[in-house]
């Protein structure tokens, strides 16, 4: 698994993260040990929400650019809210 994925983050600007439990808490920290910006849909609950809620208050940089701290906060509420703030911030991690 580990080869595969490291494949596929080496190929990528940014991650998305739904949910997920240890494995996927493992492949963020394979991403962010790789530079990649990691954007959590803390909506969908599990490492995503665990990520997000661990940078609460001091979110990463995405795309070389710091994040502001109201849309990284739209992750957590409302769904549709919170994947029109992850499209935002997958903007800014994918384009700098």
Do not use: F
């Amino acid at each position: 698994r580990k080869p595969l994925v490291r494949k596929l983050l080496d190929e990528s600007r940014a991650v998305l993260v739904l949910g997920g439990g240890n494995r996927t808490a493992e492949e963020i920290q394979w991403a962010t040990e790789l530079g990649l910006g990691v954007v959590p849909l803390a909506a969908a609950g599990g490492a995503a929400h665990t990520y997000w809620e661990d940078r609460r208050t001091s979110p990463p940089a995405l795309g070389g650019r710091e994040t502001d701290l109201a849309t990284w906060e739209l992750l957590g509420g409302d769904v549709d809210i919170a994947a029109r703030a992850a499209a935002t911030l997958l903007k800014q991690a994918m384009y700098h």
